[in-house]
Each structure stands twice: as structure tokens, then as C-alpha cells.
């Protein structure tokens, strides 16, 4: 009886242990330079994709982790009408361009913006 009581209790010591812990979500400080409007949609953007891969982005004027240039601008669809595009230079800490690239043809500037968040994290993400 008392090695049955000794193997009940080894093994609800070690059941914490066992239990899966999601990973520490990583905060990195960016800082956004773009029109107040396109730095609010961007950073929106950011922290609604990055939830899922435990990333959070917050603004800074200080000390940054990386550097965001961003824009959102306007065209003409092959079908005459108006379409959204977003474009992204990142920077690292030390002033080194990263990656840029757009993403045109979308129907609003937040999906526009939508889709640069998108990349920026995938990106980012295959740098660490």
C-alpha cells in the first residue's frame, strides 16, 4: 500500500511538469515611420498577426529593435479601378537594411497593410 501511495504522489509531483507551457511571447520595439494614420494601421496590423507567432511590436521614439519605413499609396486596376498598396523598408539596429518590398493590388490600404504586416513577421521570424 505504501508504494502504491509513493507512486500516486511521484506522479501527480511530476504532472506540472508535463503540462505544455506556451512559449514567452517576444516584445520587439519598433519604430514606425509613416504617416500617423498608416504607423497606427501598421502597428495594429502587426500585433493582431503577431499574436500568433507569440510576437508583439511596440512603438518607440528611443531605443528600436528595428526600423519600419512604411507607406500606403493608391492605383489604377488593369480594370479601371482604384486600388491600395503598401510598401516596407525594415532596418535593423545597426542601421543595415533588412528587406523591403510591396504589396500592391488590394482592394483597401488595410488590406494592403495587412498583407505587409503578414510579411514583415514571416520575415522576421526566418531571420532568428
Known amino acids: ?17 508535463l503540462a505544455q507551457v506556451p512559449p514567452k511571447e517576444a516584445t520587439l520595439r519598433v519604430r514606425v515611420e509613416a504617416t500617423e494614420l498608416d504607423k ?3 502597428l495594429e496590423k502587426l500585433n493582431d498577426n ?3 507567432h507569440h510576437m508583439a511590436f511596440e512603438p ?5 529593435e528595428y526600423r519600419i519605413v512604411f507607406r500606403t499609396y493608391q492605383l489604377i486596376a488593369p480594370d479601371g479601378g482604384r486600388r491600395s498598396g503598401a510598401r516596407a523598408i525594415v532596418y535593423a539596429k545597426n542601421g543595415k537594411e533588412l528587406f523591403n518590398f510591396s504589396r500592391d493590388m ?11 504586416a503578414k510579411e514583415i513577421i514571416k520575415r522576421l521570424r526566418e531571420l532568428k
Open 1 to 17: 500500500m505504501k508504494l502504491r501511495t509513493l507512486a500516486i504522489l511521484l506522479l501527480l509531483a511530476a504532472a506540472p511538469s
Open 40 to 42: 497606427n494601421l501598421l
Open 50 to 52: 503577431g499574436k500568433d
Open 60 to 64: 518607440t521614439s528611443g531605443p528600436w
Open 106 to 116: 488590394r482592394v483597401t490600404d488595410s488590406g494592403a497593410t495587412n498583407a505587409v
